[in-house]
């Protein structure tokens, strides 16, 4: 019996050295790479043709039945500077994701507004709420006349040389609203003329 069991443990002795000198199978990389070898990728930059401006971000708050809920609302400006812009107001709970909802907001509301010679083609004013704001054309060399919030609309549409004067209210929402109510009024001599049919040396 002695002779059995020596034999036996003998027998399990060599099983287990053969198990361990195996070669062991590489567990959770099924690439069969390491990870040294492992290309990273560099994340991709989106190149966008539209500039972006931040005017406001401020705190709100809703009342609900729990209590009261904090968010983050920004008001964003984009444009080309060659004759398009657009805004946009967005609300989330951190204020990177407010201003990024704003600028695709911002984005879906481009519209076109007339440049002549880097300035606009004739007066205009501009109303929203309690807020209005008279648009001049200005010659060469005058710069951009405006306040914060509505020189980031006038720069990012593309216009160098203008004058502007604010009345009523001072609310950057509003300022900028109304900027866009009186770009969105102007109106080239070619329009004109063609809305009325005629050559644009009658008018």
């Given at each position: 019996m002695a002779e059995n069991e020596q034999i036996t443990l003998e027998n399990v002795a060599t099983e287990n050295s053969s198990v361990d000198n195996a070669p062991k199978a590489k567990r959770g990389n099924f690439s069969g790479k390491r990870k040294d070898e492992r290309r990273e990728r560099a994340p991709r930059k989106e190149v966008s043709e539209f500039d972006k401006q931040v005017v406001q971000v401020r705190r709100v708050q809703k009342v609900v039945k729990g209590g009261r809920t904090l968010r983050f609302s920004a008001l964003v400006v984009v444009g080309d500077r060659k004759g398009r812009v657009g805004i946009g107001i967005g609300k989330s709970k951190e204020v990177s994701a407010a201003i990024e909802k704003a600028t695709t907001v911002a984005k879906k509301n481009i519209?076109?507004?007339?440049?002549?010679?880097?300035?606009?083609?004739?007066?205009?004013?501009?109303?929203?709420?309690?807020?209005?704001?008279?648009?001049?054309?200005?010659?060469?060399?005058?710069?951009?006349?405006?306040?914060?919030?509505?020189?980031?609309?006038?720069?990012?549409?593309?216009?160098?040389?203008?004058?502007?004067?604010?009345?009523?209210?001072?609310?950057?929402?509003?300022c900028v609203k109304a900027t866009m109510d009186g770009l969105l009024s102007l109106k080239t001599k070619e329009e004109i003329a063609r809305r009325r049919g005629k050559a644009v040396e009658e008018i």
């Open positions: 519209v076109n507004i007339p440049i002549v010679n880097d300035t606009i083609p004739h007066n205009t004013t501009g109303k929203f709420s309690a807020t209005s704001i008279l648009l001049l054309p200005a010659p060469e060399g005058t710069g951009v006349i405006a306040g914060g919030s509505a020189r980031a609309v006038i720069e990012l549409a593309g216009i160098k040389n203008i004058v502007t004067k604010r009345h009523g209210s001072s609310n950057k929402m509003n």
